[in-house]
DNA sequence: ACATATGTACGCGAATCGCGTAAAATTCGC
DNA sequence: GCGAATTTTACGCGATTCGCGTACATATGT
């Protein structure tokens, strides 16, 4: 078995069996099968777990320890949580709904706020 | 097909088919198919690969361009909030922390429990 | 306790694999 | 150049493995 690190990571990220498997567009029982090392995904398949998991293929497949090296050149994105458009936040597996992510920044307002009143 | 950069690797090694292929301990029609797409290796396979190359399976998979840096991560259009390597979440013009990010995954799951309890 | 969601196990048809074989292409000595 | 040896490409066959549906087991929530 190549990918017993598969179960840690998805539970780590509280995702369900089902919900991986809907986003790699396969069968529960078909990633099941992959976690418990009764069947091996294809190339093309793993590749993409790697991308869902955000880590490499090396990782998945044990030949490295390191979960995720940043790449040489680290080029982050920045993304405004009021204009969310294109890009889908989840927690668990699950987006975001516009309510959430209103009272997500009422949050961080009032968090910020603290502790800026806080420390002074 | 998704091992294209097989070739380009064993040519400028100047390794022959043969040669691989008994490294491998598979036949060497085997390998050939490897590297014509007709085929395609086992995860095994395909670790033993990288080690012989010596590269990574991301480089080998065209999942990341420079065949000696270590394995990078790639976007997707859902990001998982635990995994804000890659992107960075602005409020307000200011990115979040991870220790805020933190907060807001607890926030949200305490939010989608009372959501479950107290339905008005 | 009940209903729903999540995880595990397995048989079947279909797809893919690995191998041997053999033809095409390339390399090499002369 | 020219043939022999090496390398590369192509393909059929038997056996293995895959992915799916289904059914059962366990966990979670109302």
Chains 1, 2 share one sequence.
């Not at 991986?20 to 396969?26: E, M």
């Not at 790697?50 to 090396?58: I, M, Q, R």
């Not at 390191?66 to 994105?77: G, K, M």
């Not at 405004?80 to 699950?94: A, F, S």
Request: no cysteine; hydrophobic share 35%.
């Amino acid at each position: 078995m190549f990918l017993n690190r598969l179960t840690e990571l998805r539970k780590s990220k509280r995702w369900s069996l089902q919900y991986i498997a809907d986003r790699l567009g396969i069968a529960k029982s078909t990633y099941a099968g992959y976690e418990s090392g009764y069947r091996e995904p294809s190339l093309e398949a793993t590749k993409m777990l790697a991308d869902l998991y955000g880590t490499s293929v090396d990782f998945l497949l044990g030949r490295v320890t390191e979960p995720n090296h940043p790449p040489a050149i680290q080029r982050t994105e920045h993304i405004e949580l009021l204009e969310l458009d294109q890009v889908t936040i989840t927690v668990d597996g699950k987006s975001l709904s516009s309510g959430e992510i209103k009272h997500v920044i009422a949050f961080i307002r009032v968090l910020r706020e603290m502790d800026g009143t806080a420390k002074k």
